[in-house]
């Protein structure tokens, strides 16, 4: 059975940082682009960050670019989001998903065929 498993949430006051991390029981890991996505209340699901197969690409949300980076580590079945200078409009609940398309880099949350259960994510004034 196939899971994917977000931590690193929590609160931060504006312009803290904080670390998501995603650990993925997929035997195939490294055959998978991984994304990132987040939902705020009442707002549907958004795309933050997709990262390639290798790591070797990576493509940002306009409202991310520049403060947020995506990594992986196929070793460990892991992919990271490091989230600096933190908006309250980053608030949500932040997911990672896997698209067997390796090489697709999308942005459409309907491309992905596994999803992890989310970690909150919390920015105070």
């Known amino acids: 059975q196939v899971q994917l498993v977000e931590s690193g949430g929590g609160l931060v006051q504006a312009g803290g940082s904080l670390r998501l991390s995603c650990a993925a029981s997929?035997?195939?890991?490294?055959?998978?682009?991984m994304g990132w996505f987040r939902q705020a209340p009442g707002k549907e699901r958004e795309f933050v960050a997709v990262?390639?197969?290798?790591?070797?690409?990576?493509t940002y949300a306009d409202s991310v670019k520049g403060r947020f980076t995506a990594s992986r580590d196929n070793a460990k079945n892991t992919v990271s989001l490091e989230m600096s200078s933190l908006k309250p409009e980053d608030t949500a609940v932040y997911y990672c998903a896997a698209d067997s398309g390796a090489y697709r880099r999308s942005s459409d949350p309907s491309d992905y065929n596994y999803w992890g259960q989310g970690t909150q994510v919390t920015v105070a004034s």
């Open positions: 990262i390639s197969w290798n790591g070797g690409s990576v």
């Open positions: 997929l035997r195939t890991f490294s055959r998978y682009g």
